[in-house]
């Protein structure tokens, strides 16, 4: 069975940095193209990041918004990707879900909250 | 960016009803590779999104055959037959084809 689960998300004050994981079973992650997504509170979904599999280099793609923010990696020994946040801003308040996308369909998170604010 | 425009914003079905989703794209979502990454999604209230069907007319895993995509280039339509109460929700399309990824805005299916 397929799982993938966000954690790590919260409260922060604008300016301010946080780390999201997540963890996955029930799949070969090593060769998996990871995402990160975000629906913002009046239900706007936006992509945010995708990192590749170690066979494409581990290249990555940002929205245009995070750029120079947000880092995307994964470590394919835990069977994991992470979203680094800096510099965080109350537009980038949003649950945030993580999901594997292939070939043929994908999986995503249950999502994790994250509130920027004051 | 390709814009995603959906169809209507909201609508109301009789169980058993019939009902259709338009979606349009700002510019052909057909890949270099031949595929048209085009994919709808329903989110039922309080879960994430849940995939129904991907590039333009193929049902996911365990997505029963009441709902059907059609489309190409620049056009698509998600039909739901025989619409359950466990259909309510907000579908959205998206397409995979032109970074940055997008969505369309969503369609909110009330049952009447």
Redesign the interface.
């Known amino acids: 069975e397929v799982q993938v689960l966000e954690s790590g998300g919260g409260l922060v004050q604008p300016g301010n940095s946080l780390k999201l994981s997540c963890a996955t079973s029930g799949f070969t992650f090593s060769t998996a193209w990871m995402y990160w997504y975000r629906q913002f509170p009046e239900k706007r979904l936006e992509w945010v990041a995708r990192i590749k599999a170690k066979s494409n280099n581990y290249a990555t793609d940002y929205t245009e918004s995070v750029k120079g923010r947000f880092t995307i990696s994964r470590d394919d020994s835990k069977s994991s990707i992470y979203l680094q946040m800096n510099n965080l801003k109350e537009e980038d308040t949003a649950i945030y879900y993580c999901a594997w996308r292939y070939y043929s369909g994908d999986y995503w998170g249950q999502g994790v909250m994250v509130t920027v604010s004051s | 960016d390709v814009v995603m425009t959906q169809t209507p914003v909201s609508l109301s079905v009789s169980l058993g009803g019939q009902t259709s989703i338009s979606c349009r794209s700002s510019q052909s979502l057909v890949h270099s590779d031949g595929n048209t990454y085009l994919y709808w999604y329903l989110q039922k209230p309080g ?5 129904l069907i ?2 333009v007319s ?1 049902r ?2 365990g997505v029963p055959d009441r709902f059907s995509g059609s489309g190409s280039g620049t056009d698509f339509t998600l039909k739901i037959s025989r619409v359950e109460p466990e259909d309510l929700g ?1 579908y ?1 399309c ?1 397409q ?1 084809t032109h ?5 369309g ?2 369609t909110k299916l009330e049952i009447k």
């Open positions: 879960q994430s999104p849940q995939l991907y590039k193929n996911f895993s907000v959205y998206y995979g970074y940055p990824l997008t969505f805005s969503g």
